[in-house]
């Protein structure tokens, strides 16, 4: 694997996300990468958002008026998406993931 940027927001201000989860987050993805055998750079996003902004995510990208705890989007770039080369078939969960912890 060549470099691997690891981009972390806290878009929120109900929950503090401290350093050492932040590091822990970035050690994760890390390690799925290497995992999936992933070759090359990349940049993943982890944003932690309150249930307005969730909500309004849901709405812009899957046209789904509520809350919801995770959204993940594919792993690709300029339309072009990465396939498992196990089962021919699109990876869908890698690349971002946007988190609400408000209750």
């Not at 008026?65 to 869908?92: A, K, M, W």
Request: net charge negative.
């Amino acid at each position: 694997m060549e470099s691997v940027k690891v981009v972390i927001s806290n878009d929120q201000k109900a929950v503090k996300v401290p350093t050492g989860i932040r590091l822990l987050i970035r050690r994760c993805c890390h390690a799925v990468l290497e995992l999936e055998h992933f070759e090359g750079s990349a940049e993943v996003s982890v944003r932690f958002v309150d249930n307005e902004q969730i909500r309004a995510l849901n709405k812009e990208y899957r046209n789904i008026d509520r809350e919801t705890d995770v959204l993940s989007f594919p792993l690709g770039e300029n339309g072009v998406y990465d396939i498992n080369h196990d089962t021919g078939t699109q990876r869908e969960s890698l690349c971002e993931a946007v988190r609400h912890d408000e209750r």
